[in-house]
């Protein structure tokens, strides 16, 4: 099965996790759509434990369409250090991470991930209705001197564009300009 968690946090100290956000959902479904029974079983443990959850029709779908968002998000927060309030009010920052984004949409599209147009206008409404204070888990990073998630996320979308012939410059941006952090301070 595959999954995706909704939610913003981060590690105040070890063994102390603050959520930010109010938004706590886990999603999750076989990656062959099937509605199995032990997702079924799954589903129903995590209501009966109280837990936000939702069995998707297509979990793939679903990856994809957080990591559209969370490829745009972390980019440019880790990218400026700024939250996401003052990126998404300025038109300069909120173009470049509609470019990011719109690149990873591409990807999956072309990967044969039937994921449709709207979900970069739907994940900017998403992102217009967070809290002004959140940054990317890779921003958190950057600053603290740990490695960078960005192989896995504008890397990712580098490194499959050019397998499928697709131009991606604004991730190819991104990874050229943290590249030097990528891998966190060196001792």
Do not use: Y
Not at 55 to 81: C, Q
Not at 103 to 108: G, K
Request: glycine content about 10%; aromatic content about 4%.
């Amino acid at each position: 099965m595959g999954g995706v968690a909704e939610i913003s946090a981060r590690v105040v100290e070890p063994g102390l996790i603050k959520r930010i956000s109010e938004r706590k959902l886990i999603q999750f479904g076989e990656m062959n759509r099937q509605q199995s029974a032990r997702a079924q079983s799954l589903h129903g443990a995590l209501i009966e434990a109280g837990i936000e959850t939702e069995l998707s029709e297509d979990i793939n779908v679903t990856i994809w369409n957080k990591f559209v968002f969370l490829t745009g998000l972390s980019a440019m927060t880790a990218l400026t250090g700024h939250p996401v309030g003052r990126l998404r009010e300025d038109p300069d920052t909120r173009e470049l991470l509609e470019q990011i984004m719109n690149e990873a949409l591409r990807v999956a599209q072309a990967s044969g991930v039937p994921i449709g147009d709207a979900v970069v206008a739907e994940r900017l409404q998403f992102i217009d209705g967070l809290p002004a204070q959140i940054r990317a888990s890779m921003a958190i990073d950057r600053a603290a001197g740990r490695q960078l998630e960005l192989p896995w996320l504008s890397g990712a979308v580098v490194r499959k564009g050019t397998e499928l012939g697709l131009p991606t410059p604004a991730n190819r941006f991104v990874c050229q300009a943290l590249k030097l952090d990528a891998m966190g301070v060196q001792h």
